[in-house]
Every structure is written in structure tokens, then in C-alpha cells.
């Protein structure tokens, strides 16, 4: 019987991305050098040449030039060649472009990475590399290791060890760093010499010369499928709470907001829904982060370790937005891209009405942007009417749904954060907002014993139970307490429009929020988009994070310019 896999070493060049000496073989050819005279000057003399000692880390990159182009000379007089001036050591390195969208970064073994540790191998990256200290440069190599590092348990690289490839060190280092036996592991290299001192611990190996051929090999020995024929960007694996910084911030004299941030750029507000906190978008800020943006991802009030007042009229929509400028100055920001999930939307709809000097853009998710009637406040609309909104009303009475929902928690998370194809197919109940009041509870129909939703793993639901146990559902149920106090916060400004660059994401099987919804929007919103998430349900940020990140990340980007990363 086989052995089973713990974890899988990639090299970074030659595997995640493109091979480097692809770039340096064409700059030789172009300066009429041939390329056999650049590999023999890359490995004669080592392991004490200039390069070995580049990969090593005992020179940096501008040390380095100097050091190579005396001993690419000294070989050209060695064997009787002219060698011509523009062949330079940094004439060679300026052709490896490091820019994210030039990179030749692989795709398809960033998503076999992200598959990889979700089903529980460790992952490494062991790459020979250097410190670019170029004034010019300096930047670019670190952006796309920041970039590349996240889809990794752990990164060796050679210049910061002190110790390269094909030295076994390095693979003994990699092992022990995930505390792993060597024969329990596979490596991915390009370079036969790097394979063959791998394979002499034990570890299985996989040229890579041909990218899917070698992925089909890894599916074979680790039993994970690893290919599949998504057109997305692969989004790095999840932030996690113990992964992440946390602050947070006094917006006013009985209000303190935990949030949680990654990144630099553009800032980006994430607000989230009901019942959720900050968590709902740990898909979306390492993509956000790795896209080039600071990322911000709120506790609102009333959630998670933020404050929860008691009183109904803390939750307004008013003091909602509030809460959110008020951050925004105390951290000096003074414009930002406000997104929203759920009620999360209804803020952020609202921050842009009413604060558009305060939003770069705004972006809603399930929950468009609803006008409201000036003859009628919503709490009387919604008696007449009441729909798949039943259980608005059944919120409306203090301590009613509280008590209800608090009863066990964790069964709440469980029956309220359900996938589209868990509520069509399961058997132990589905959520319905029908009849809600009539049947006497929202959580009425369901089984005790409830399955988790299969974009939940244990330690999410762990997660999610632990923060609604610190307050319970009192305060995020308040917000819905508001409808008529809102209504007259906006009675006032009620035909003004939302006019900075927008985007309404629908999701198709959203049982309450339904797309034909937002029909209409751009009357109200005139510089609106729109994203359409397809065989999905309300918890769209968790259901398909990456088909609703690549489209976001694609708007945010044409409203924010190209970041760096």
C-alpha cells in the first residue's frame, strides 16, 4: 500500500511561474550570445561563482553584476570569443518582468495549491532566488513573492537559508519546517539536477516540462483532483482569525468597532449582512490584498467584538453609516470603496446617498438599492404585503426572535447559512421567509440535527457560534427594528441619486433577495454595473468566492486604475 501524502514542494520558477531562463535566453540570442555560453557560465565554478553566491544571498543583485560580467569576460578571453558590450549581467536580469500581469504566473498551479490544503497537504515552496536591491526593481520581485506566498504553508528561499538547490539541505529544512517525513512528500521542479538530489531523501519527484501533464501526474500520486476547466483567477486560501491583524476603533462615545485589514492601495470598506460578522468575507481580503488594495472588513454594530447597545435606536441606518465615516477619520481615509452583503448593501447604498464626497464607488451584493415610498412608511407596506419579508415582521417584537435564535446558536448558523444546493436537496428542512409568523419561527421545520453547508468547514461553524455566543442575536436583529426610523432619514433626500460609479451583484437563486429585484436600479443609480452570479444562492461571498471575486476585482480595478501587485 501506497504511502500518503503530507505535503507537495514547488519550485517557484520554472513551475508557478514561467521559466526565467526563457527571458534570459532571449536577451543572450538577441546580443549574439549563444545560450550554451550563458548555462556554462551560470554553474562554472560553483558552488563559489558569482551566481551560486547571488543564490545564496552572500551578494545582492547590484553586488552581483559586477562579480559576473568580470567572469563572463574572463571566459570569453578563455575561449577566444568577442564578447559584445551589451551583454551585462543587468542587461540580462532587467528582461525578467516581475509586474503581477506579466509575471507568467500559472494559474492552474495556484488553484492545485488552493486544492491541495483544502484537502489537507501542506504545501512549500523551495526556490533559489536573490535580494534585488536595484533602485529601480526593488519593488517588483517582492510583490509578486508577497503575491505567491499565500497560497503557501511555508516559503524556503535559498538567499534568505543561505543554502540553494541542489544542496539536500534545503530539502531537509522544507521537511522539517512541516514536519514531515521526506518520503511522504512530493517536489515539482523543472531542473533535473534539483530532482535528483530530492529524489535521493526519498522524496517522490515530477519533472515539470509540460504544466498539465505534470499537475495529471500529481493528481495520481497525492489522489486529489487538481485540474478543472475554471476561467477565474485562483483566489488565495481564506484569511483566518488567528492570520489576520485585528484593531480596533472608538467611532463614538459608547460605540467601538472591531475590524479586521490586509494590504495596500485603494481602501476597500467590507460591510457584511445578517447573521454574519467581518468572517463572511474571509474569501474575498487575501484576494483583495494580493489585487492591490487595503482591505477592511467590519464587525458592524451589534456583531462580533464590536459593541452591542441595547437599544433599538442604536441600529438605525443613520448611525449605521455613521459609524462608518466616523472609522474612516479616525484612520484618515478620506475616500473609500464602500461593498455590502445583505444589510451590509443597505449601508453601503446609503454611505454613497448620503456621504458620495466620502466613496470612491460602491458595490452591492443580493441587496439592491430600493427607493422609497414618500405615502407610506415600509413597516405598513410590508403588513399589507408581506411576502417572502413575513419574517421581518416575526423580528419586529423584542425578544421574541431572540429567544428563538439564541436557544442554540450554533443550530441557528447552521439552518441560516445554507448553500443553494443544500436547501434544494436536503432533507433535514430548508429555510423559507414565508409564513414565518403563521408557523411560529424561522428556524420551525427543520431537524434537530442539522449538516453543515458544504462552503462551511467545522472550525467556520466554531467560529461563527463563538461570536453570536458573546452578545447573541439581540443587536443584529435591532437593525430591522429601524424600517420606519430609516424611511425618514431618507424622506428628505428621497429623488436623489447615487451617483458614483456602482456595481449590483445578483445571485440567481437567492431565495428572498431575488435578482428581478434590482430591476430598475439604473434609474436611481445611473452609473450602475452589474455582476450575475449563476447556480447560487444568498451566501454568494462563501457559495462561489471565485467567480465573484474575479468579477469584482475586474470592476474594482476599472474604477480604481491598475494596482501594482
Known amino acids: 500500500m501506497s504511502r500518503r501524502i503530507k505535503a507537495v514542494f514547488f519550485d517557484i520558477g520554472g513551475v508557478v511561474i514561467e521559466p526565467p531562463q526563457n527571458s534570459f535566453k532571449k536577451f543572450v540570442n538577441s546580443v549574439g550570445v549563444s545560450s550554451k555560453f550563458l548555462m556554462e557560465l551560470f554553474v562554472q565554478g560553483s558552488p563559489t561563482n558569482a551566481f551560486c553566491k547571488l543564490e545564496k544571498g552572500e551578494l545582492t543583485l547590484s553586488e552581483f553584476f559586477s562579480e559576473f560580467d568580470s567572469e563572463a569576460r574572463k571566459k570569453a578571453l578563455d575561449e577566444n570569443l568577442d564578447l559584445p558590450k551589451r551583454f551585462t549581467a543587468e542587461g540580462l536580469f532587467a528582461t525578467l518582468d516581475f509586474k503581477h500581469e506579466n509575471s507568467g ?5 495556484l488553484t492545485a495549491l488552493t486544492k491541495l490544503r483544502k484537502n489537507g497537504i501542506n504545501t512549500c515552496a523551495i526556490t533559489n532566488n536573490w535580494v534585488d536591491d536595484r533602485p529601480d526593481k526593488k519593488g517588483e520581485t517582492a510583490m509578486i513573492m508577497t503575491y505567491l506566498r499565500v497560497f503557501f504553508d511555508h516559503v524556503v528561499e535559498s538567499a534568505r537559508l543561505g543554502v540553494r538547490k541542489p544542496d539536500k539541505i534545503i530539502f531537509d529544512y522544507a521537511c522539517s519546517k512541516l514536519n514531515v517525513d521526506p518520503k511522504d512528500t512530493v517536489f515539482l521542479d523543472d531542473l533535473g539536477v534539483n530532482l535528483k538530489a530530492a529524489k535521493t531523501l526519498g522524496i517522490q519527484c515530477i519533472k515539470v516540462t509540460d504544466p498539465i501533464e505534470s499537475l495529471k501526474e500529481l493528481e495520481r500520486v497525492t489522489g486529489v483532483k487538481l485540474i478543472d476547466n475554471s476561467t477565474f483567477t485562483p483566489s488565495p486560501p481564506p484569511s483566518l482569525p488567528s492570520n489576520i491583524v485585528h484593531s480596533y476603533v472608538k467611532v463614538s462615545s459608547n460605540i467601538r468597532l472591531h475590524f479586521v485589514e490586509a494590504g495596500v492601495g485603494p481602501v476597500v470598506i467590507l460591510l457584511h449582512g445578517f447573521p ?5 468575507y474571509r474569501h474575498q481580503i487575501p484576494a483583495l490584498a494580493c489585487a492591490g488594495f487595503r482591505v477592511l472588513a467590519i464587525d458592524q454594530r451589534g456583531y462580533g467584538e464590536s459593541s452591542s447597545p441595547s437599544e433599538i435606536s442604536e441600529y ?4 449605521l453609516c455613521a459609524d462608518i465615516i466616523s472609522l474612516m477619520d479616525t484612520l484618515i481615509i478620506p475616500e473609500a470603496v464602500v461593498v455590502g452583503h445583505d444589510w451590509g448593501a443597505s449601508v453601503a447604498w446609503n454611505i454613497a446617498l448620503m456621504y458620495p464626497d466620502r466613496v470612491k464607488a460602491v458595490c452591492g451584493i443580493c441587496n439592491p438599492f430600493f ?3 414618500p405615502e407610506r412608511d415600509p413597516l405598513v407596506s410590508l403588513q399589507k404585503k408581506p411576502g417572502v419579508f413575513d419574517y421581518m ?6 425578544g421574541v426572535a431572540e429567544t428563538e435564535l439564541n436557544e ?3 443550530k441557528s448558523i447552521l439552518c441560516i447559512l445554507r448553500g443553494y444546493k443544500e436547501s434544494k436537496q436536503a432533507s433535514d428542512g430548508s429555510l423559507s421567509s414565508h409564513n414565518v409568523r403563521e408557523r411560529g419561527g424561522i428556524l420551525k421545520g427543520f431537524s434537530g440535527s442539522m449538516q453543515k453547508s458544504s462552503f462551511l ?3 467556520d461553524v466554531e467560529y461563527y457560534s463563538d461570536q453570536f455566543k458573546r452578545n447573541g442575536f439581540e443587536g443584529p436583529l435591532n437593525w430591522y427594528r429601524n424600517l420606519v426610523e430609516n424611511w425618514k432619514w431618507r424622506l428628505p433626500v428621497m429623488n436623489r441619486k447615487i451617483v458614483v460609479p456602482a456595481l449590483m451583484v445578483t445571485a440567481e437563486n437567492d431565495p428572498v433577495l431575488r435578482p428581478e429585484f434590482s430591476y430598475g436600479m439604473e434609474k436611481r443609480v445611473p452609473n450602475l454595473q452589474r455582476l450575475h452570479i449563476e447556480d447560487c444562492g444568498h451566501w454568494v461571498l462563501q457559495e462561489k468566492p471565485e467567480e465573484f471575486n ?7 480595478k476599472s474604477v480604481c486604475g491598475k494596482s501594482n501587485l
Not at 504566473?105 to 498551479?109: G, K, L, S, T
Not at 415582521?393 to 423584542?398: D, S
Not at 468579477?551 to 474594482?556: D, E, S
Open 408 to 410: 442554540s446558536i450554533e
Open 371 to 373: 427607493p422609497i415610498n
Open 550 to 556: 474575479d468579477g469584482f476585482i475586474k470592476w474594482l
Open 457 to 459: 468547514t467545522d472550525k
Open 316 to 319: 438605525s441606518q443613520e448611525k
Open 105 to 109: 504566473v500559472r494559474y492552474n498551479m
Open 276 to 280: 454574519d460578522t467581518w468572517y463572511g
Open 393 to 398: 415582521l416575526y423580528f419586529q417584537t423584542p
